[in-house]
């Protein structure tokens, strides 16, 4: 069974920095696509960053300029790393990984719980 693995949550001050990992197992083939979801209390899920096998990368509106997605194939890992972090940033981020470009991958992590303090 497909797993992500994800790590790096936690308590941070605003302005600061976090660095967010998953990591796949059980998977016999590369994904297409992979990157981050969030969730905050009361809010619509959204996504924060995705990336295609080739690096292409697309980021959520709040994330541009301050959060940098990357992958490493061979290790069928994505990182996140996310600077400048604002309290709006609080919620529970989700990794995803599928074979389509631009939409929501069918593997989901169990989530992890960042929290931007003012």
């Known amino acids: 069974q497909v797993q992500l693995v994800e790590s790096g949550g936690g308590l941070v001050q605003a302005g600061g920095s976090l660095r967010l990992s998953c990591v796949v197992s059980?998977?016999?083939?590369?994904?297409?696509?992979m990157g981050w979801y969030r969730q905050a209390p009361g809010k619509q899920r959204e996504l924060v960053a995705a990336i295609t096998a080739g690096g292409m990368t697309n980021y959520g509106d709040s994330a541009k300029g301050r959060f940098t997605l990357s992958r490493d194939n061979a290790k069928n890992t994505v990182y996140l790393q996310m600077n400048s972090l604002k309290p709006e940033d609080t919620a529970v981020y989700y990794c995803?990984?599928?074979?389509?470009?631009?939409?929501?991958?069918?593997?989901w992590g169990q989530g992890i719980q960042i929290t931007v303090s003012s």
């Open positions: 059980g998977s016999i083939f590369m994904f297409n696509a």
């Open positions: 995803n990984a599928g074979q389509l470009v631009g939409v929501p991958g069918r593997f």
